[in-house]
């Protein structure tokens, strides 16, 4: 019950919910189609049968989500993922409908590193007896595990990780320890409270020889009571950024002996006794597993920049503010307040970030697709592929979770710091090396090649070194554009990107090779030239996945769609490549292919394509995304546009609502406004 | 108590303890000299003095303040303001003093509203009488009030609100009433639960005649019991993003009556009985509290960038990550991993933004200056100052607190994940739209006089013109470096910076005035072209300031510093200039003043002046912040590098851990991992 009642009054007019039917009535294409097109009709329709399930569920109930604190926070969560394990056991649910279920309740809970982490490392890289002995429980959950790398004092560089796990030869075991605080394991999701198991990256020595990381999968907590075991100590690192459901932890380890199957063993193994070491067959195994983990965080960053992009833009079309003078919008014979959607500047926050999500789709796709075949590949001994598919994930990520972190801050505050909040963790400027690397190799490699005199372009098999040699043939070609209307031309769009980043790699190629610049020195470029790269990526595939050009994994058809939809996405596409260049033209114009006047005609462009195309059909772009309201969860966005009705229920729910007077008020208000306590409403009660 | 011990063992080698020290040693300046010239000594010994009564009381402790939900967090913030009053009383501080010890608590609360707007408007708004009958009991805390302007459906457009009060002459009283949903007050800091007063801006209606918003001060909870009065509604909105101690708040009214004296009359007033409207004397005699909340925003940005760029510098110089091979670290004879400090991609993140919280630092002293200064003109009728510092301050606002809102979140980014957050609220694009108003103003009415034949030079009275008089003297102007070292010229970053920003207004004045382009599709170029402007503000600043040139207020002398330490600090302003044309180097190569050789010569200059000079320097920056380790409150940027033990330390506190087995463990973990209950080490423990 809340002591906060609202009047029964309605917001003034229009109503949101006549402002929204209005925007789908002006859409230009068929929503379900787009929606069909982006998903197929089988995701929808299991997302509509999850749903009555999951909608029912008090487990899953998200409306006290936004108010709790940590510790109740943790505890929802904790009973919500031991709801949906109970209930995907009693439905049988397959993967794919335990994942789409997982992610219409959204929220990350303690058991989320088990299957995530735990899980795939235990299948990629156990012997059958571990299989059996570990994968086989844990897939019951009668074991829940956790991925135990990340130290205290090591993240991103795995090889210096301090934990040791010692071969005891007489007694068959391996002997964890942490030498340094340092070493402490640090950030480990589910390991706080939940997990009983850990997989552990440690330092493996055997006959006093360091072989660097390996991955033992440990027990950690008494099966039968939860308690930490003898030499064992762990707990939760406290609260993080966005990410409080989670029991991220903490370990270390005292002289920890564990079985000699604990050793991962698929790959490198010691031999009992002897503790002779037995190398991998290829270090080049263990790549594909990371590039899954980068892949799918792309469609995660394309997920979080949609719902974001969907609940500001129906907002935006609500939510009304100052008249324009230049074109007042009526009402019957009232001037009203123009929807904020319709000011320019508001359009130039939001309508990027909707072509954005839209972007990212296709290539988020098209790394699947990429890391499934060169999975099969490598089973055959293929490794042509794992450079590039390593480089461009690497990138895709890199960029891809920075572009949906500013797109979804900018969201919120285009709502004008209404509307709930994302962070997505981990450095992205690391990462982003091993693409530069990449590219650097592969052009040194292709100008070797041309200069060899035995090269024909017929021998490139490969997107990257098309584009590269596409600029090596004339390396000051200039762009033709000489009005805003020629940028509406994906052919001139690929072009632009390809020269910028074929032009950087030139450069920075010059600059280690040729004045012997050191690597350090040149951090800031890669950085650059890896945006630079995986721009043009997502640039060409929404290009191809709009025509339905994009390569399809053996044996799948593309989707067709009508012309209205394509005529509507090409929209976007031509918006999200024409701002990518507009919003940091530096580059383009240093590369040469674009000049000042160009950037000034792309600039109209841009406001060209926002009003007359994509304002129209802004709505119907961001329902096409097909989130429910039950996954967005929030009052302002969701679809009926009843914003100021559900913002103020909202607020009857927070708890110090509970009470009319505060807690608090004897001893820290009265003893100012009234010490003496007096009483009588004449006090100061009606002045 | 808590479940978690960490063990009883250091980080490994090298501690950061020394690494700071040795960091401290290498500055080139006296530390304390460089906080002297920004702060002065009685700011930094009043610091000292308020700390050691702070940090001893227990309501201002702050060790448990990450761990708390809003509820507890609420509770904490109401003991914490009823404190500092009462602490504020006891001690007699003075106004400076009570802001200061404020700033070093460093947290939002329900009082904080009613000494930030409730006070100061009552001061500026209120005839003696009102003075008497509301002031000087809300200046003892008899009242408390907040500050009731935006409502649900109406923020920046202050003329949009729809709560009217109605003045009854029949018993010389006006009624407050909300007519729509989206009339409820909303947002308001104070009044969910602390507020027994509010000054409410409401529609004045007297003789059946709408005069648009004015200001009511009216009690809301009684004195006797803080319940709501009668025709009275409030509560809490429920959680806010970075500012879950305060408890914003809403409300409606039902024909609720107050008397007549509740009208703040200063200005303009209803005549008791006839209802007669006195209108005020000039309409612009409230924009100065305006400007002074803005230009105080400018300097709270500057504190954000500086605590965080204190927090992840220090911590940088710490955290060490992978060994950079073309100069590895040793440690004796042993090499170590290398601080990420000297990576050139954390520098490149983290010294613009330690560059930029000098540059604000200047600017935000100097608009204080504008301020006073101006309403010192207003009170002799002079208001020649205003546009100008009302366009400076509205456009610096947008500008320093979006860089401080992408600093803060590239600090924490840049610790990997580990540093505190912080948002600043509020839309940053509408409010820019009045710099740009007075830029195209300025500049039509410079053009016309140029034309007049009457013009001289001489007659420029304002900066604003000047560099506008600059480029129409020569607008097709060209940058003359042709090296990296000629960027390290003020004269030419003030020339870079002030010939775009008047390119920029004249291309927008071409286009509203001779394309008669609608001010609606101008308003992207509207938002670049205040950024523009207002760069140009904060570069000159920094390089006036530190040459002690800064105009002063009257009788204040410049401090004067050592040769050392402007060298050093002049190092900081040449990275804030050029940084700032690199990073968004498009206008500047439109505007063609700099070409893309330039750019790069440009680049070329920044990675130089990062390594060579302020590398070496960076903790000396940081450090003459001179924030307390009580003020960052941050386990990873103490002072003394204890970083990791520190982190360590603060994981014990986080509730979670005060048992070792997760409550809930019986509920929703035990049914699957060990169902039937079994007894016995043996069940699964070791395997």
């Given amino acids: ?85 109970k209930l995907s056991k009693e439905l049988q649910w ?18 989320g590193l088990h299957r995530g982490m735990f899980m795939p490392t235990l299948a990629s890289q156990s012997t059958n007896e571990q299989l059996e002995k570990f994968l086989k429980p844990a897939q019951r959950y009668e074991i829940i595990g956790c991925y135990a790398q990340t130290e205290l004092g090591h993240g991103s560089n795995v090889q210096g990780i301090e934990t040791t796990a010692t071969y005891i030869p007489e007694t068959n075991q391996f002997e964890l320890h942490t030498p ?35 991955a033992l999968c440990v027990p950690i907590r008494s099966m039968e009571d939860h308690t930490l075991l003898p030499g064992v100590m762990a707990g939760d690192i406290g609260p993080k950024f966005g990410y409080n459901t989670t029991d991220n932890g903490c370990m270390w380890f005292d ?30 195994l263990s790549y594909g597993t990371m590039v899954l983990v980068r892949a799918s965080l792309v469609g995660a960053a394309r997920q979080g920049m949609a719902k974001a992009a969907t609940i500001a833009t129906r907002y935006s079309a609500i939510r009304r503010q100052f008249v324009d003078k230049d074109s007042p919008k009526m009402l019957g014979k009232d001037v009203i307040e123009t929807p904020v959607l319709d000011y320019s500047m508001q359009q130039y926050r939001l309508f990027p970030i909707i072509a954005a999500a839209y972007a990212c789709f296709f290539t988020s796709k098209d790394m699947m697709r990429l890391y499934h075949l060169n999975m ?26 920075t572009m949906a972190a500013s797109a979804i801050e900018e969201c919120r505050r285009a709502c004008g710091g209404h509307a709930p909040n994302v962070t997505w963790e981990g450095d992205n400027y690391m990462i982003t090396q091993q693409t530069g690397r990449y590219l650097f190799k592969s052009f040194r490699e292709l100008v070797a090649k041309r200069a060899s005199g035995k ?26 554009a000489t009005s805003a209307s020629a940028f509406h031309n994906p052919e001139l769009q690929l072009a632009a990107f390809g020269h910028r980043a074929s032009s950087m790699v030139a450069q920075i190629v010059h600059a280690l090779d040729v004045e012997k610049r050191t690597w350090n020195s040149m951090l800031v470029d890669i950085y650059n030239v890896s945006v630079a790269h995986c721009q043009l990526i997502l640039v060409q595939n929404f290009i191809l996945g709009i025509r339905g050009e994009m390569p399809q994994p053996d044996g799948i058809q593309p989707t067709v769609i009508s012309a209205a939809s394509k005529e509507a996405l090409t929209d976007l596409s031509d918006l999200f490549a024409m701002h990518t260049i507009h919003k940091q033209p530096g580059e383009f114009l240093t590369s040469g292919y674009l000049d000042a006047k160009q950037i000034s ?13 994509v304002r129209p059909n802004a709505i119907g772009f961001v329902d096409a995304f097909a989130f429910p309201d039950y996954l967005l969860n929030s009052a302002i966005g969701a679809f009926d546009g009843r914003a100021y009705e559900r913002y103020t229920e909202m607020a009857t729910r927070e708890p110090l609502n509970r009470t009319e007077v505060v807690e608090g008020y004897e001893q820290y208000i009265r003893p100012f406004t009234n010490p003496m306590g007096l009483k009588g409403h004449t006090l100061r009660a009606r002045i």
């Avoid at 604990?262 to 193994?269: R, V």
């Avoid at 099969?376 to 979770?401: I, P, W």
């Fill in 376 to 401: 099969k590949n490598m089973e055959t001994g293929d490794f042509s592929l794992l450079a590039d598919v390593h480089a461009s994930s690497s990138g895709l990520k890199s960029l891809t979770t």
């Fill in 255 to 284: 002289h920890y002996r564990v079985p000699h199957i604990s050793l991962l063993a698929k790959y490198s193994s010691v031999k009992p006794g002897s503790g002779e070491y037995v190398k991998p067959p290829n270090a080049k």
């Fill in 94 to 111: 397959s993967p794919e409908e335990y994942l789409q279920a997982e992610s219409l309740i959204d929220e990350a809970g303690p058991f």
């Fill in 601 to 613: 005609l792309l600039g109209e462009a841009i406001m060209d394509v926002m009003e007359k195309k």
């Fill in 180 to 214: 340094y605080l340092t070493a402490s394991k640090w950030w480990i999701g589910g390991l706080g409270k939940a997990a009983n198991h850990a997989v552990v990256m440690a330092r493996l020595i055997t006959n006093g020889k360091d072989y660097g990381p390996h």
């Fill in 1 to 85: 019950m809340s002591a906060l009642r609202f009047p029964n009054l309605p917001p003034s007019e229009p109503q949101g919910a006549d402002l929204l039917a209005q925007e789908r009535a002006n859409t230009t294409f068929s929503i379900h189609e787009v929606s069909a097109f982006l998903y197929g009709e089988v995701y929808l329709e299991r997302q509509e049968r999850l749903l009555s399930v999951i909608e029912n569920e008090p487990a899953f109930d998200k409306s006290n989500r936004y108010f709790r604190g940590r510790t109740e926070r943790f505890a929802a969560a904790l009973r919500k993922d031991h709801a949906l394990v």
């Fill in 455 to 480: 090269f024909s372009a017929s021998q490139i098999n490969n997107p990257t070194l098309a584009y590269m040699n596409t600029y090596l043939e004339n390396p000051t070609l200039k762009c033709p």
